[in-house]
């Protein structure tokens, strides 16, 4: 049977298509309600994140336990995120339904990669008032950046499916769906380990950062909910999930009861008595495995029969590098076997080379060269009895910032001094983010303040560059830490960087190292 | 013979320590505690007190005497910190180029010890010169004022410092200086963190190996637990009780 809530591509609709003004319609009662009402826009968003240092909300003495629960730099970002959207649906759906609306209303996804005018803002949420010209439009905010209220395109590195599409396992350092994590502990780094997945690094945390910018509500997990677009962009974080697991049979979800039995008590204890009048029982928890299959909770989404999860990764190209063969690496690298393993999660990671000193950034390009160590790869080359997966892991260490900056950095591996659009797409491994830094360095309750760290797993990239012939010295790698800059709309390529919209000289962001790692 | 083993075997072997090259470390607390544990059992036998081993009880000034002390002081140290500290040297050697990752560890433990030497130098020496110590006086003073400590705003900034990593360059000066520096820092956190605790085992007048014990608990439990407040607050109460037993009994765990 087919389920009776479609999610759908807020591209094919109209800005008054009635998907749109019904949710606008909803999100104006649900923000008009008091914050203490579980069912309003603020307390929805403090689920996710409300900053325990800001003064308590109007009528509340303290914060409730349901708040701050957001997952992040976990592999559990990605069910936590199924459910708490699912959650929000319902409630939506309920005042939808209360307020005269289709009975069958689905939250809409924001797909960026899907070509044309997608990669701007949704129309719906671009104008200050609905269609009368008087009345405030609820989905529109000023706290965003003001180039994509106005359509600016997102920078086409920011969306980017590529590196989160080129992996080939959920759990593992810089994986689709994340590195294990203990417990559900928003904002994770134990032991400096880097634990947040791909798609999470890209499009995700790119996005937030793209449409909140330093001061707007996407740019911290603190305020995040509160812009109508997060549910939007949200809604296509989900479906992505989806995607990678069609993308091919070895795309699974984790077999690990640590993963499928971990229980998300969204719904609190008290859960939410709609506007309909419907209760959503709280104090029970669903967990991963309640939640694997969209079907399991009752939406799909309206592209479902596609493979393609967007315009950069289409699932032929994808299909194409996995049947392709191994490329040899430029000496000294170990040689590659036919058929290299799929990278473990728990595989052993060697150092092979790293930068000697911090980098700082405050909104220029900067390259900086990792030295691979000769010793090391002569080692791992001599060594008979090491079981290598023959993965490479591009890992920038010690990210911090005194609060985000807003500008997003893209990655590059021996990327050409003056790079053409296609040599950024070609050469582009992942984005520095600091999205949800603040939460980071100022974790709620006593756990211990850090900064962030991110694994790029660039194995598929450095097999595309050998075999292209542009990477042909494997003594080192240059990297390039490139702010990214919005685009005009439609266009699918990066405009040259405008300095003053980049710059960012009141809030550093400082890097401790870039280390290049082999498994 | 290692070449009879099954090859999975030998490479899971290996796999353990390429994960984990903080082993080398951990086998020397380890022997730190056997020494220990020898030590007690010899001075029970001998019929001493279990008093903490200050060395020959030399004549001369307190620094001689305290450098008499600093074997058994060291000795602690790395039975008591070892434990808690295994994780950040793991950090160093995983951090580290494959073929300077002992190295690297070693010059991490190096900064880290010596941070405690000067320490164990200046109370050694204070030791040796205030009447009274080890005795059950100064053992509830040094107790009230661990548990005091416990529940201090700084006391929980050293103890999130010694959760940091840091960005340890590869290779050169520059790594040496690194693994030093970090050690460096490390040592100085565990310090802020832990000092009042090392106090107690100049303080107390005898059960040292019970104190080591319970103590070495009490900070690996603190360090390793991402939720620390409930170990650190229940940590202040434990040694606040312990403080008025002392007290009251004139002679705790003698």
């Known amino acids: ?519 | 013979m290692a070449t009879a083993l099954p090859r999975s075997r030998r490479s899971g072997g290996r796999r353990v320590l390429l994960r984990h090259p903080e082993l080398g470390a951990a086998a020397v607390i380890a022997a730190a505690w056997v020494t220990l544990l020898v030590q007690a059992w010899t001075s029970s036998r001998a019929g001493g007190a279990a008093g903490m081993d200050m060395g020959p009880a030399a004549a001369g000034g307190a620094w001689s005497r305290a450098a008499g002390g600093v074997p058994g002081w060291m000795l602690m140290t790395v039975a008591m910190m070892g434990p808690a500290t295994l994780g950040a040297i793991g950090y160093t050697g995983l951090n580290s180029l494959r073929w300077r990752r002992r190295r690297a560890m070693a010059e991490f433990a190096a900064a880290y010890l010596a941070v405690w030497l000067a320490f164990g130098l200046v109370v050694l020496a204070a030791a040796a010169v205030v009447p009274g110590v080890p005795g059950p006086a100064a053992l509830a003073l040094v107790l009230a004022v661990a548990a005091a400590w416990q529940l201090t705003p700084v006391k929980r900034r050293c103890l999130s410092g010694c959760h940091r990593g840091a960005a340890l360059p590869p290779r050169g000066w520059r790594a040496e200086r690194g693994a030093l520096g970090f050690g460096l820092r490390n040592g100085l956190y565990c310090l802020g963190t832990c000092w009042c605790l090392m106090l107690v085992m100049v303080a107390a007048p005898g059960g040292q190996l019970l104190w080591t014990a319970g103590l070495t608990v009490a900070i690996t439990t603190e360090l390793v637990l991402p939720t620390p407040r409930g170990a650190t607050r229940a940590v202040a109460a434990l040694l606040g009780f312990a403080a008025l037993a002392a007290l009251a009994t004139g002679n705790l765990l003698q």
């Open chain 1, 1 to 519: 049977m087919a389920d009776p809530f479609v999610r759908v591509d807020v591209w094919t609709l109209t800005a008054t298509d009635p998907i749109l003004t019904a949710y606008a319609d909803a999100v104006a009662a649900m923000m008009a309600k008091p914050i203490s009402d579980p069912t309003s826009w603020g307390y929805l968003a403090g689920i996710h994140g409300f900053d325990p240092s800001a003064p308590l909300p109007a009528g509340m003495t303290q914060l409730p336990d349901q708040w701050n629960q957001c997952q992040h730099y976990s592999w559990y970002f990605l069910p936590w995120h199924r459910l708490f959207v699912y959650y929000f649906e319902l409630i939506v759906r309920a005042q939808v339904i209360a307020n005269g609306g289709p009975g069958t209303w689905a939250l809409p996804y924001w797909n960026y990669d899907g070509g044309g005018q997608s990669n701007t803002l949704p129309l719906a949420f671009r104008s200050q008032f609905q269609a009368d010209g008087t009345t405030p439009n609820p989905l529109y905010t000023t706290q965003r950046k003001r180039r994509v209220n106005t359509g600016s395109a997102l920078p086409a590195t920011d969306i980017s499916l590529v590196n989160a599409f080129d992996q080939q396992t959920f759990t593992g350092l810089g994986a689709f769906g994340g590195a294990v994590t203990p417990s559900p502990v928003q904002f994770f780094l134990q032991n400096g380990q880097p634990q947040s997945g791909a798609l999470e690094n890209t499009p995700h945390n790119t996005v937030h950062d793209d449409v909140g910018g330093p001061s707007g509500l996407m740019g911290s997990p603190y305020t995040a909910a509160l812009d109508p677009i997060f549910w939007l962009h949200h809604a296509n974080i989900d479906r992505l999930w989806g995607k990678w697991l069609q993308q091919s049979a070895q795309n699974t979800n984790p077999s690990d009861p640590g993963w499928l039995a971990q229980a998300f008590l969204i719904n609190g204890n008290s859960g939410f008595t709609t506007a309909s009048g419907a209760v959503i029982p709280g104090g029970s928890a669903l967990t991963s495995a309640n939640i694997l299959d969209t079907s399991q909770l009752g939406y799909s989404y309206d592209d479902d029969a596609q493979t393609s999860p967007g315009t950069t990764a289409p699932a032929v190209r994808v299909a194409a590098l996995a049947e392709a063969a191994p490329v040899n690496w430029p000496s000294p690298w170990p040689e590659r076997p036919a058929a290299p393993a799929s990278p473990a999660p728990d595989a052993v990671r060697h150092l092979v080379g790293a930068t000697d000193r911090p980098i700082r950034l405050t909104g220029e390009p900067v390259t900086v060269t990792v030295p691979i160590d000769e010793r090391v790869t002569a080692s791992l080359r001599a060594d008979r009895r090491a079981q290598y997966t023959h993965h490479v892991y591009l890992d920038i260490e010690g990210i911090d910032a005194d609060r985000n900056p807003g500008q997003v950095y893209g990655v590059f591996v021996n990327l050409p001094a003056q790079p053409t659009d296609a040599d950024l797409m070609a050469h582009h491994a992942g984005n520095i983010s600091l999205f949800g830094i603040e939460m980071a360095r100022r974790p709620p309750g006593d756990r211990h303040p850090h900064n962030l760290r991110i694994s790029l797993d660039i194995t598929r990239l450095l097999d595309r560059l050998a075999a292209d012939g542009t990477w042909t010295d494997g003594s080192q790698l240059q990297v390039t830490l490139r702010p990214s800059t919005l685009g005009t709309p439609g266009d699918q390529e990066d405009v040259a960087a405008d300095p003053a919209e980049t710059a960012h000289p009141e809030v550093p962001i400082t890097i401790g190292r870039i280390s290049v790692h082999y498994a």
